[in-house]
């Protein structure tokens, strides 16, 4: 049994891994082993696995990570449009590459049911999660007359998150050739919103 | 130097390895090493190595080889919209799951250029090239007047080939709450094509 302070203290340390972890993905990219990450965050590869048994674990937190920064720094998701929300959190990752490779990381070996069975879940959820946000917007556009009643917003969603993505990943690989604000502004002509974008 | 007939023959060696692991696949998804690839379709690990420096060399050429079979099924590219070669394009890949995990495979391992250099190529210039065809078909919708003609081919374009994408990769993880068919039908609203989609 742990006592109280070594809980904390071993919920600490692994706050701190998680966050040296993120730094290092959104500075270098995530193609590296266990171990490796270990070495480059300065941490032993006997204590990280105490933490995390297995490199999806460490990158699904790592993601999680994130996300609960971005949702602090955000405070609650204003009434903005599912493609508004879309380009706001493109334009976030501009600045950070290496969490676009993790994002694409995940979603890739999430494929792999088998093989990654913790990304697996944990991308499926949050698919479901972000679809039924962006569908929820869609409905608020319908309800201010501005996106038509036709629209079904599940087909919305699923279309709006599918172009955020994808766009992220062509513009990480030929950054002067793709805009993905002005992609994405495309589409919210069609998905206009009940706000400013 | 080989003469004409063992080079034909090396050719053709070439040509079913490439065969058999495009069917490997599409039955069974990419995650294995050049040597378990080898044991699966009933080559060494020496002759598969003669044939592909390198795993990624192999994926990148089986995803040609299967371009190259739907390119000779289908003729000539049809006038239809960017929207409906994307409908086409992803219709016909609903039977083959394992090819939309080895695309998403190549465009992740494409964001590693310094570690998969000969992937991060093909994939850079295969999205140019996708994407120069589908402003073509935005260009010929703005001509025949069904497409706005103050939207940019380019930017239209990266959002048609991300949303066709994006969309593929949610269907294969959650089927049935995602239907690529119909958000993609949504999109072709907005970029309307001058023929039927």
Chains 1, 2 share one sequence.
Do not use: C
Request: hydrophobic residues 45%; neutral net charge; aromatic residues 6%.
């Amino acid at each position: 049994m742990t006592n109280g302070r070594s809980y904390r203290k071993g919920a600490q340390r692994r706050a701190q891994i998680l966050l040296s972890a993120l730094d290092l993905f959104a500075r270098r990219g995530v193609g590296a082993s266990l171990r490796a990450i270990g070495e480059a965050i300065g941490v032993s590869h006997a204590a990280l696995r105490y933490y995390f048994a297995t490199r999806d674990e460490l990158l699904v937190e790592v993601y999680r990570t994130h996300e609960a920064t971005v949702r602090e720094e955000g405070g609650p998701a204003p009434a903005i449009s599912a493609v508004g929300l879309m380009e706001r959190s493109a334009e976030r990752n501009r600045s950070i590459p290496g969490l676009v490779e993790l994002y694409a990381t995940l979603t890739t070996d999430a494929l792999q049911a088998e093989q990654h069975p913790v990304t697996h879940r944990f991308v499926h959820e949050r698919f479901r999660r972000v679809r039924a946000d962006l569908a929820e917007r869609v409905r608020a556009g319908q309800a201010a007359g501005t996106v038509p009643a036709d629209v079904d917003p599940q087909d919305a969603a699923a279309l709006v998150a599918a172009a955020s993505d994808g766009l992220q990943l062509q513009w990480l690989l030929d950054p002067d050739a793709v805009d993905v604000r002005r992609s994405l502004a495309l589409l919210e002509r069609l998905l206009p919103g009940p706000g400013p974008a």
